[in-house]
């Protein structure tokens, strides 16, 4: 496959994904996908914490993956068309949530970078750089020999 054909595959898709997406796309059960994101085994990273805590993949990620390039690699941040501050309706459409869930999440401290412009109507802003670094998935520990784990 080369680099156009997973690009092509993968067009009509948002830049983060679902894990039901990713799933779909992988031809692979849910759970699996859940397990490779865990011990990661895939890119991945958790918006939120407990139950609505879903998993999210950066689409440029798993097109790495279907190509057979080194899925951690070094990529240009995600949110570059933001400025500094997002609004919660911004970081619901990125994130894949609804706004309620995303303004819910922010005021149980489970999205970083969140903070109240106003008391009376809570609005929510996002300050970009904790969400940039919440979707920036660890790079897996390497083994003695330098090869990342299996």
Known sequence: MTDR?????????????????VAE???IDPRTLAALAQSRQLPAFRAGTGVKAGWRFDKRRIVAVIEGRDPWEELP????????????QEVATFLRYE????????????LPGAFKISTARAQWRFNKHPLLE??????PEATPDGAPPE
Do not use: H, K
């Open 5 to 21: 054909d997973a690009s092509d595959l993968l067009a009509g898709y948002p830049e983060v994904l679902t894990g039901a997406e």
């Open 25 to 27: 796309i992988l031809r």
């Open 77 to 88: 941040p995600l949110l570059e068309q933001f400025g500094p501050v997002l609004t919660a």
């Open 99 to 110: 706004r309620a869930t995303v303004a819910q999440m922010a005021s149980a401290g489970a």
């Open 134 to 139: 919440l979707m920036e998935p660890p790079r």
